[in-house]
Nanobody, 123 residues
Framework: QVTLVESGGGLTQAGGSLSLSCAAA????????MGWFRQAPGKEREFVAA???????SYVDSVKGRFTISRDNAKNTAYLQINNLKPEDTAIYYC?????????????????WGQGTQVTVSS
């Protein structure tokens, strides 16, 4: 059974920072693409960032320059560093794994999902 477990969410003020982690129980973690998505109340789940098995990264325009995705294959863990948080970043953040190793912005392309971690930003 594949398990992705997110951690690091919380409540912070606008302009603050958070570091999210995603620990993956995947035997071949290094071959997976990892993605971060978020879902705000009443909205659809949206792509935030992704990293390929080789380490290439991609971001949605609204977070470029503020969010950084990374991975540590030795620890089977993906990370999302979030800086200069804005109230509109408030959402549940999910990590996801895609077997092909190539990132996608579409949630349907990911096979495995974590349970999510809440990020709340006050103004």
């Amino acid at each position: 059974q594949v398990t992705l477990v997110e951690s690091g969410g919380g409540l912070t003020q606008a302009g603050g920072s958070l570091s999210l982690s995603c620990a993956a129980a995947l035997r071949t973690f290094s071959s997976y693409a990892m993605g971060w998505f978020r879902q705000a109340p009443g909205k659809e789940r949206e792509f935030v960032a992704a990293i390929s098995w080789r380490g290439s990264t991609s971001y949605v325009d609204s977070v470029k320059g503020r969010f950084t995705i990374s991975r540590d294959n030795a620890k089977n863990t993906a990370y999302l560093q979030i800086n200069n948080l804005k109230p509109e970043d408030t959402a549940i953040y999910y990590c996801a794994a895609r077997m092909s190793g190539i990132p996608s912005t579409l949630p349907s392309q990911y096979s495995y999902w974590g349970q999510g971690t809440q990020v709340t930003v006050s103004s």
